[in-house]
């Protein structure tokens, strides 16, 4: 009898049951693991996510960079915006007596991304509203445009102004060229300088330094696209909605404030590098395409 079992023990261990039994269990394990890996990752995602990034901070300002695709305020207190995030983050900094509880001095779209200067107390907001409005910012901006461009360096001097289609909600403006329904035009003007010429997925496109002299509503976007170039990832101005780029690929990227507060020059990192852009951007030689 206990022969008998013997030998039933080593033919089970020798059809390899158990060695199957025990691969089955640390692929169990395994996935386990990274089912909690995972669950921690996507909580330090949600932390990051809902904190912002400071660039530059002191007792009169505070200056970060801005994700693409984030409103600044909102009069809805569950979408969330720049204002929620702060709120959350930087409770101290917080103005009762504001209804965006902050001092937002000056705007970036929705899906432009890039540097937002906050002044913390009342004289500096007067002092850096009082730089915008005379115009003695300096702004500088990164682009990638469709389409590879035959100039280098282009000034562009198109006067912008309100759509009348879309005049309640402000969602679009129109340049002078349109001029039956451009309305209250004034004058706009951008810099552009060539910076690379390359692919993104394929598709020929052409990276750019813009400098807004003036600052209208969507002065970038919409000048970019009366010169043929319209900003990858702009669904606004492009006669062809193409939503296959996860953005809109327009970064606020250097910004001067001279002030008697507190000079500013900040600068964030290029987020539209070849590595950054996880490769889908290639740069390529400039005589090759001329």
Known sequence: MIDEIIERIVQFFSTGLVEKIIKAFLVLCDRFVNFILSLCEGNNYKKKDETVDVLYTSGNFLVINKKHDLLINSNDTKKKTVQTIMRKQFPEYVQDNLTHDFYFAHRLDFATSGILCIPLNKNACKEVCQVFEEQRARKYYLALLRGHTDFDEEVIDIAIGEDVRFKDTSKK????????????????????????????????????????????????????????????????????????????????????????????????????????LKYKWKVVEQDILL
């Open 173 to 276: 403006m129109c340049t002078i060229l349109e001029e039956e329904r451009c309305q209250n035009p004034r004058r706009s003007i951008t810099k552009v300088l060539v910076l690379d010429r390359g692919y993104y997925n394929g598709k020929p496109v052409t990276k750019v330094l813009l400098r807004p002299i003036t600052g209208r509503r969507h002065q970038l976007r919409l000048h970019c696209a009366q010169i043929g170039h319209v900003i990858v990832g702009d669904y606004t101005y492009s006669l062809k909605i193409d939503t296959s780029p996860p953005r809109m690929f327009l970064h606020a990227f250097r910004l001067v404030l001279p002030n008697t507060i507190e000079n500013l020059d900040i600068q964030t990192d290029d987020p539209f590098t070849e590595k950054a």
